[in-house]
């Protein structure tokens, strides 16, 4: 399985997962069979809040599932309809993350969770 981590600067498995899914600047994707990672530069970081683009972020790359800090309601909308689930991240680094979603430990996220954006007192709960 493999799943994406939005992260500021890749470390590998000791990269730190970001707060936000479509401001970050990266994107570490985990093989969990393997414990193998891949760093992808996000190629929609500069987008209008709630016009982000999430397989180009991704370069297209294919993932399984997404485990993030924080993402707004278009952003997990779009992820899902594309068959990707969305969990949130239960620990600063990806290696305890990816022990914890294969432990099936992690939520998954809902529009309920999501940001509601970053003006006027928004309600992000990152």
């Not at 600047?25 to 929609?44: C, E, K, Q, S």
């Not at 949130?88 to 992690?106: C, H, P, S, T, W």
């Amino acid at each position: 399985m493999k799943v994406c981590f939005p992260v500021q600067e890749d470390e590998g498995m000791e990269s730190v997962v970001y707060g936000h899914f479509g401001s970050a600047p990266m994107f570490v994707v985990v093989d969990t069979a393997i414990r193998d990672t891949l760093a992808i530069i996000n190629r929609d970081q500069h987008h209008a809040h709630g016009a982000c683009n999430p397989i180009k972020a991704l370069d297209s790359h294919k993932v399984d599932a997404v485990i993030v800090g924080g993402i707004g309601g278009g952003a997990l909308n779009r992820l899902n309809q594309s068959g990707i689930r969305v969990f949130q991240a239960g620990a600063a680094r990806i290696k305890e993350n990816v022990d914890m979603f294969l432990a099936m430990q992690l939520p998954e996220y809902t529009l309920r969770q999501c940001c509601g954006g970053h003006a006027q007192g928004g309600g992000c709960a990152h």
